[in-house]
């Protein structure tokens, strides 16, 4: 009696862990930040932003990235010191730190 109740807990606890371990790829699986062009905080330590397709339009800049990777389908991060992408078009390439708050948006293809 007492092995067919640890049986039954044990199977219990299998079938509990393999659905917590489903959710939890799930969830980190949301936001793939190796793809696409992923902003980073401190020196590529913490994602901050992932956008996943380069689309060309104007974005705001996040305000505490001081890294960014463009890990696939980017070619350039062109930012700008103003908050509608006009003026000086800095290029920063798929590779880069900066100063955190150094730019207001950018847009990137």
């Known amino acids: 009696m007492r092995r067919t109740a640890l049986r039954a807990a044990l199977a219990v606890a299998t079938v509990a862990g393999i659905a917590i371990s489903s959710s939890a790829a799930f969830a980190e699986s949301a936001t793939d930040w ?6 980073y905080s401190g020196n590529f330590v913490t994602p901050v932003a992932n ?3 380069p689309d060309g339009q104007c974005h705001a800049f996040p305000a505490t990235a001081g890294t960014l990777v463009g890990w696939s389908n980017f070619e350039n991060v062109i930012a700008y010191k103003t908050a509608d992408c006009t003026g000086q078009q800095i290029w920063l390439g798929t590779l880069r730190s900066f100063r955190p708050g150094e730019f207001a ?5």
């Open 34 to 39: 190796e793809s696409g062009l992923t902003f």
């Open 51 to 53: 956008f996943p397709v």
């Open 105 to 109: 948006s950018f847009s990137a293809y």
